[in-house]
């Protein structure tokens, strides 16, 4: 298996831009989570989707970002406009189902760099 | 107060050191997730733990539900082991979030 894929890898926008993070999930797998890290914060769970419905999204910083998950190999995180602060490291992770036993197995993330 | 609490932030070690990574949690948890991250890489979790102790090669995990607490160890620990290492628990009032540790960054010197 390839294992979780995002897109891009690294990501370098200047403040006001559109901003797309892809993520292909493991095949089977009926849980994505979207993190961001940041040396500030450490790991920070965005959105959590279960059968491709948004369960959680409690932790959208705030309008500007969105997440959707179309179908179950396929979910994107937009940031609209971006801003400086949002520079992070993105990760979208994906489980066998959302229980807390099932190990989360994440993508190798996107680097994003707000100028 | 952070919910999850790891120590120390920062380690340096020599190769062939044994190295401990603690893990305090105040709130109740259904399980612990140990997760190791290289530099400039993705995430690998290591254990989970709801009880005991699990070891998998140079790498043991324990865990104290009453004390609420969790090491991990590295035997004869090598420079590929330098990576952040962070501890997550599954809050038992949520079955899917993970609340972070903010990682020890470990360095094994040659």
């Known amino acids: 298996d390839a294992g979780v894929i995002q897109s891009p890898r690294h990501e370098v926008t200047e403040m006001g831009q559109e901003v797309t993070l892809r993520c292909k999930p493991i095949s089977g797998h009926n849980s994505l989570f979207w993190y961001r890290q940041t040396m500030m914060r450490g790991l920070e769970l965005l959105i959590y989707?279960?059968?491709?419905?948004?369960?959680?999204d409690s932790g959208m910083p705030e309008d500007r970002f969105s997440a959707k998950m179309p179908n179950a190999s396929f979910s994107t995180l937009k940031i609209q406009p971006s801003e400086p602060r949002d520079s992070a490291v993105y990760f979208c992770a994906s489980s066998p189902t959302g229980a807390y036993y099932n190990e989360q197995f994440f993508g190798p993330g996107t680097r994003l760099t707000v100028l | 107060k952070n919910e999850v609490e790891q120590s120390p932030q920062n380690l340096t070690a020599q190769e062939g050191e044994f190295i401990t990574i603690n893990c305090s949690y105040s709130?109740?948890?259904?399980?612990l997730h140990w997760l190791q991250q290289h530099p400039g890489g993705g995430i690998v979790s290591l254990f989970m733990?709801?009880?005991g102790k699990k070891k998998h090669g140079r790498l043991i995990a324990t865990i104290n539900i009453q004390e609420k607490h969790s090491s991990l160890h590295i035997t004869a620990s090598h420079p590929r082991d330098s990576a952040v290492y962070i501890c997550?628990?599954?809050?038992?009032?949520?079955?899917?979030?993970?609340?972070f540790g903010t990682g020890t960054r470990l360095k094994v010197l040659a």
């Open positions: 709130v109740g948890i259904s399980a």
């Open positions: 733990l709801s009880s």
């Open positions: 989707f279960n059968n491709n419905v948004p369960i959680d």
């Open positions: 997550a628990v599954g809050s038992s009032s949520g079955t899917y979030k993970y609340i």
